[in-house]
């Protein structure tokens, strides 16, 4: 399988691996697929760091419909052993022009609040990145907030102390925040409570935040060594000295953009910077 050949080549001991139809993680895939994926990938010594997925956790409709992908999704993670599963806000509006993100927000802290106990038992934390409709730390915080996590009430009243963070935890897409104008640092205090890991990617910036050209780690505008300090400085504050760091590589809808194997050497040598 070349994307565990590369990486081994490049020392990558995790992976993300993408729900997708077409490629080696779909939602379908066998009982047998599963468990010949998850063997291979355990033999080779590489970790599933998180399944991602494309459920929208904010989407307008009936709360059913995500549920039952965020159920379906968090099988496949769990067959695969993956430590998390990757949600999106995705409530489909513009974070910019939209005044009122009370429902939206509500209705994604609903939902993964219905179904945190099962992830629990499965062994898989939820994920939900700085994207789309919630692009900034500010933004996915204020969903986790309204989380409802009785485990954790359960466990702050056995220990005697104040309720922690929910069960769900952050993934940091580093470009989303900084292109809607959070800075670094305020978006590593919003997400501190809930901090996974971080996913690299650079690019250069338009005239608005949506005009994006994505560009090898390092040939962007995307200040990547500062926030690279920043996670590490989140992971160090919850004894985690070897930080997960992830390269998103959009080549797939992006075909103009080099290879992975560059892409890979080019973030590891922004993060050898330091």
């Known amino acids: 399988m070349q994307l565990i050949q590369w990486a081994r080549r490049f020392g990558a001991r995790g992976l993300e691996l993408r729900v997708d139809d077409g490629g080696i993680t779909p939602l379908g895939l066998t009982a047998a697929g ?6 291979a990938l355990e033999d080779a010594g590489v970790e599933v760091l998180a399944l991602a997925s494309y459920v929208k956790i904010c989407a307008p409709g009936p709360d059913h419909e995500v549920l039952a992908g965020l159920r379906a999704n968090l099988q496949l993670a769990a067959d695969l052993g993956a430590r998390g599963m990757r949600v999106f806000p995705g409530a489909g509006v513009d974070p910019l022009t939209t005044a009122d993100m009370s429902e939206f927000d509500a209705a994604g ?5 219905a179904v945190l106990g099962e992830a629990g038992h499965l062994g898989v ?3 939900l990145e700085t994207h789309d409709s919630h692009p900034r730390g500010a933004d996915v915080a204020r969903i986790l907030a309204l989380v409802d996590d009785p485990g954790a009430v ?3 009243v056995a220990a005697d102390a104040e309720p922690g ?3 769900v935890g952050i993934i940091w ?10 800075t670094p640092r305020e978006t590593a205090r919003h997400v501190a409570p809930y901090y996974a890991y971080s996913q690299f990617k650079d690019g250069q910036i338009g005239s ?3 005009d994006v050209t994505l560009r090898l780690p390092g040939e962007g505008d995307v200040p990547l060594r500062e926030m690279a300090r920043l996670a590490t400085a989140l992971s160090a504050a919850q004894g985690k000295d070897d930080p997960w ?5 959009e080549k797939a809808w992006h075909p103009e953009l080099p290879d992975l194997p560059e892409a890979l050497a080019a973030l590891q040598q922004v993060l050898a910077a330091d």
Request: glycine residues 6%; hydrophobic residues 40%; positive net charge.
């Open 125 to 127: 934390r939820l994920l």
């Open 109 to 113: 802290a609903r939902r993964l609040s």
């Open 154 to 156: 359960l466990a702050a």
């Open 173 to 182: 897409d580093v470009l989303h925040p900084w292109r809607y104008g959070e």
């Open 245 to 249: 760091f992830s390269l998103e590589w």
């Open 34 to 39: 599963r468990v010949e994926l998850r063997q």
């Open 165 to 167: 963070p929910s069960g």
């Open 208 to 210: 608005a935040p949506t």
